[in-house]
């Protein structure tokens, strides 16, 4: 997206500001695009009740802060941004925020709401001055489909509101097993995300990805697979952009893993291998009162809490195979979390798109302020906003791929599934979108690049090719100009334009103008 996107955007708030300055009501809309536009991307951890969300949102951040388990700010939605000094503040559903004091216990931060009650909360934000949140916020929601229908109402109202466009700029959504709730929900978010089904803002996690086979310690193996073939088959493939495996507690674990807890893991990792495996059979056992182990049964219990009894059992064993110390733990336990895979998906999906989401969301928003207008009225604005629509490609690529996901005209088969990934389906970068290796040098990029434009203006230009159709390949062939004139650049002394009109004649130039 052209660097300028936000910044257009910004102006069309500012005209909008103008056109409503009497309607208190759209100017409480307009400054939250503001704010919106200015932070970085917002994404929301959704899911069913304890699914992990918390427990994801503190690895994400590598430190614990987010309450876990209990408590009733769990019911509340709570926003992390990245702040220098650490503050809470309660936004209330009518009058002023009150600040609320920064307590925490083992870390954690207690959100002590005084006297205040829950309902009147709207949400909760959370100042940090975690690395991770100058690059995105994140937002914990209560869990859906609760048995409390007041909690299930608060996330969906913040998730998926009826008639605006989600706060939310994308979201992670947790989930154990696929659940007809889940497919409802994402269903629900997809259409208000962007407003008439235009894009997919989700990817899915398998979270709690070590119970998945019972704590056995391929269970991160098995939890693959099961991602691989929601990802592959039935609905879900075409809610989210990607589905994969976590284990969040092992990845919350790693990131703020102590030194004691290494020595822990070390006495476990020196017993004789028949008490081991004994004492390791289960959770149960793991806590029950014995001195096999020079581990009391505090000690014991928050081991399992912290960890969980797959993550004691891989820990142990990583000791005995002879990891040194408390940072080579931790590196590894991580690895095997899933969390980095989540964090690439992320960063590939949303974090290259995040102008392009901010964009939309903007241009969402004005649309639908517009649309309580009479006829004449705002021109100018709508004006702007068709130009804007009209001028970022980023949201055409958007459209498109999410019309290619749902499966509707023009594309079908392989030139879907093709278009998808030119269009940065699997991610932004240049080899991605032509399926090359990441190390593929600028000539073998540009060569694939000059091929694939070939094709699509071919795909275009073809008599049989209606107009929805014609439209797709343009938009599918503006990628790849996009994506010659990067490869031209970090070509060796070639000018982009000379590697673009190498192509033949960009649609609507004379042949040659470039040069
Ligand atoms: N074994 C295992 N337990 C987990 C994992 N993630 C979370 N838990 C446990 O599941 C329970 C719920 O975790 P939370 O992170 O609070 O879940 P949540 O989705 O935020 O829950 P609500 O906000 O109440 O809906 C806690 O006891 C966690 O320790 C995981 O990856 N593996
Ligand atoms: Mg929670």
Redesign the pocket.
Same mark, same amino acid.
């Not at 987010?66 to 209990?70: I, Y």
């Not at 979270?207 to 119970?211: G, I, K, L, N, W």
């Given at each position: 997206m052209s660097p300028d996107a936000r910044a257009d955007a910004a102006a069309l708030v500012a005209s909008a500001r103008r056109l409503f300055a009497d309607d208190p009501d759209a100017l409480g809309v307009l400054d939250d695009l503001d704010r919106r536009l200015a932070e970085p991307l917002r994404l929301a951890?959704a +899911? @069913?009740?304890?699914?992990?969300?918390?427990?994801?949102?503190?690895a994400l951040l590598g430190e614990r802060i987010?309450?876990?388990?209990?408590g009733e700010c769990?019911?509340i939605v709570t926003w992390y941004r990245w702040a220098d000094t650490p503050s809470v503040t309660a936004h209330l559903t009518a009058g002023p925020a009150r600040r609320l004091p920064v307590r925490r216990s083992r870390g954690m931060l207690v959100i002590a709401l005084g006297d205040l009650p829950a309902e009147e909360v709207d949400r909760i934000e959370v100042g940090w001055p975690s690395a991770v949140l100058r690059s995105m916020t994140l937002i914990?929601?209560? +869990? @859906?489909e609760?048995l409390s229908l007041d909690?299930s109402a608060r996330s969906a109202a913040f998730l998926t509101p009826e008639d605006n466009p989600s706060s939310a700029d994308a979201i992670v959504y947790?989930m154990r097993h696929l659940h007809p709730s889940d497919l409802g929900f994402l269903e629900a978010f997809r259409d208000t995300a962007a407003g008439e089904a235009r894009t997919v803002n989700a990817v899915a996690v398998l979270?709690?990805?070590?119970?998945i086979g019972s704590?056995r310690i391929d269970s991160l193996l098995s939890a693959g697979k099961v991602a691989a073939r929601y990802e592959r088959e039935g609905d879900l493939g075409s809610l989210v952009l990607g589905v994969t495996p976590?284990?969040?507690?092992?990845?919350?674990g790693a990131r703020t893993l102590r030194e004691s807890e290494f020595v822990a893991f070390g006495k476990l990792a020196a017993l004789e291998r028949s008490a081991r495996e004994k004492l390791l059979v289960s959770s149960d056992r793991f806590v029950r009162p014995t001195d096999v182990v020079d581990l009391d049964e505090d000690t014991r219990r928050q081991l399992l809490?912290?960890?969980?009894?797959?993550?004691v059992r891989l820990a142990t064993s990583l000791v005995r195979v002879g990891v040194a110390d408390s940072s080579e733990l931790a590196a590894s336990l991580l690895e095997q979390?899933g969390l980095t895979p989540l964090q690439e998906l992320v960063a590939r999906q949303f974090g290259d798109r995040s102008d392009a989401l901010k964009v939309r969301a903007t241009t969402d928003a004005v649309e639908r302020l517009l649309r309580r207008l009479p006829g004449e009225e705002g021109t100018d604005v709508r004006a702007a906003l068709e130009r804007l629509q009209a001028s970022a490609h980023d949201l055409k690529e958007l459209d498109l791929l999410s019309r290619v996901r749902l499966g509707t005209p023009p594309l079908a088969g392989p030139d879907a599934a093709a278009a998808a990934r030119l269009i940065g389906g699997h991610g932004t970068g240049a080899s991605t979108r032509l399926g090359l290796p990441a190390d593929a040098g600028p000539e073998a990029l540009r060569d694939a690049a000059l091929a694939e434009l070939d094709r699509w203006r071919t795909l275009g230009a073809s008599p049989l090719a209606d107009r929805t159709s014609r439209e797709a390949c343009a938009v599918v062939t503006r990628s790849l100009e996009g994506l010659l004139s990067e490869v031209g650049e970090v070509g060796p002394g070639e000018p982009a334009a000379h590697v673009v009109a190498a192509g033949g004649p960009v649609e609507g130039r004379p042949e040659g103008a470039d040069q």
């Open positions: 951890l +899911g @069913i009740v304890k699914a992990g969300k918390s427990t994801l949102l503190n987010a309450p876990t388990d209990a769990t019911r914990d929601t209560p +869990g @859906i609760s909690v947790l979270s709690r990805a070590d119970e704590g976590v284990a969040g507690l092992l990845a919350e809490a912290r960890f969980g009894i797959y993550g979390s």
